[in-house]
């Protein structure tokens, strides 16, 4: 067997020092290089928010004031959130609670089902609503209050999960009530109730 030069061995060593770099390109990039979340959030002023306070916090804001490079829609079960630079997250709701949004109308509404944060108007911004609601199958009063709506048009309400309940909301003289459910498959957005 004849002994290999040192050229030969500097050759395999630069080529294990190469397969090492490609093989360390493919392995997941550190925590400040990821697109993460975390990232979106905290380019937004939201990082450490959990469900309740990032909806608080996007649906009371001054219409004026939305970032208008950031989606952030609410499901049944979460919040997605998206950015102009492709950044993704999800921010899971409380297991037993539901949020839906409402926008009482008079003239004009739009269709909604999945209600947007950022992006979603109604008529009726910084007006003085009655809100009731009672669940169908005991009667329970849920909500008995008056509210301002936000300056979006929208009231937003949490509820318990898997309930179907009666809605009542009277502005000015006015009133209208629907059903509505906070079941897996339900709107959290409900641009449908007229007032009359």
């Keep these: ?25 493919c392995a997941p990039a550190t925590e400040e290089q ?19 306070e990032l909806i608080e916090r996007l649906d009371t804001m001054l219409v004026a004031d ?5 989606i952030a829609s609410v499901g049944p079960e979460n919040i997605q959130l ?4 492709g950044n993704e ?22 269709n909604c089902f999945r209600h947007s944060l950022t992006s979603c108007l109604g008529e009726l911004g910084n007006q003085e609503v009655h809100v009731l609601v009672t ?15 936000y300056d979006n048009g929208f009231i937003g309400l949490w509820l318990p999960r898997d309930v179907e309940a ?10 209208a009530s629907t059903v509505i459910s ?11 109730l007229q007032l009359a």
């Excluded at 409380?94 to 409402?102: G, K, L, N």
């Design 34 to 52: 990821q697109p993460a979340g975390g990232s979106l959030l905290t380019a937004h002023g939201l990082d450490g928010l959990n469900a309740r």
């Design 66 to 70: 939305r970032p208008s490079d950031l």
């Design 89 to 110: 997250s999800v921010v899971d709701l409380p297991v037993d609670e539901f949020y839906v949004s409402v926008a009482p109308y008079i003239s004009q509404t739009h």
């Design 166 to 175: 009666t809605m009542t909301v009277r502005h000015d003289g006015r009133a």
């Design 135 to 149: 669940d169908n199958a005991d009667h329970e009063v849920l909500v008995d209050e008056t509210r301002s709506t």
């Design 82 to 85: 998206s950015d102009s630079t």
């Design 1 to 25: 067997m004849r002994p290999r030069s040192s050229t030969t061995i500097r050759t395999a060593i630069l080529g294990l020092l190469a397969g090492a770099l490609l093989l360390a390109g």
């Design 182 to 192: 906070t079941s897996a498959d339900a709107p959290t957005c409900l641009t449908t």
